[in-house]
């Protein structure tokens, strides 16, 4: 647990480094280190590594920027061991979560990283806890549903709604009485735009 011990950018390249050999590390907590490009980028050829066994990172409280989260994509994509990703507290990664435009690069990134990406379980990327097998499709399931009065942010309901829209199992996705942040209604639109088997969505009093 390497959590608040002010790395810095720089001071996690050079850690993670050390680490492109490992053979035995398999949880890795990064938290509270302002670690952003340089340490991303060796966290994604570490990711990406056939013979890393990582199965737990905690990348929480950083200044991971957008760059980063492509570079984190890149990673998850070729990724066969992690299944938890914590990435919590890194605002600069989101930017404008969603425009009319569409999506921000970092929520596409991640989300595209995930739907290729066949051992994760769960992300959380604010309070809200994503199962990526089920949003994904990977464990199939006809119904997406969730506990009522949890809370689901911004960055979690683009992110959520990313991995429904390539969904090609689910028929429903309910949300009801889920505490949602301001955005789920453009979320929500822009799942709906290329998902072609849900039939039902229900948000009644999000």
Not at 54 to 71: I, P, W
Not at 90 to 104: F, K, M, Q, T, Y
Not at 173 to 188: C, E, N, P, T, Y
Request: with cysteine; net charge negative.
């Amino acid at each position: 647990n390497l959590r608040l011990n002010r790395l810095g950018d720089e001071g996690g390249k050079m850690l993670l480094d050390g680490l492109a050999d490992n053979s035995t590390l398999t949880h890795l907590n990064l938290s509270c280190n302002a670690l952003d490009h340089d340490s991303a980028q060796q966290i994604s050829t570490i990711v990406g590594s056939s013979s890393n066994p990582l199965q737990s990172l905690d990348l929480s409280c950083n200044v991971l920027s957008e760059d980063a989260g492509r570079l984190l994509r890149d990673g998850l994509q070729h990724n066969t061991t992690l299944t938890s990703l914590d990435l919590r507290g890194n605002e600069p990664l989101w930017g404008l979560i969603e425009s009319d435009e569409g999506r921000a690069d970092a929520v596409e990134s991640l989300a595209r990283g995930l739907q290729a990406n066949d051992t994760m379980v769960k992300v959380h990327v604010d309070a809200f806890e994503l199962q990526v097998p089920v949003l994904t499709g990977r464990a199939a399931a006809l119904e997406l549903h969730y506990p009522e009065d949890r809370r689901l942010g911004d960055v979690s309901a683009a992110i959520l709604c990313a991995l429904v829209e390539h969904n090609p199992t689910a028929k429903s996705l309910d949300l009801s009485k889920v505490k949602a942040a301001g955005q789920l209604g453009r979320s929500i639109g822009l799942c709906l735009k290329g998902n072609t088997a849900l039939v039902a969505v229900r948000l009644q009093e999000s």
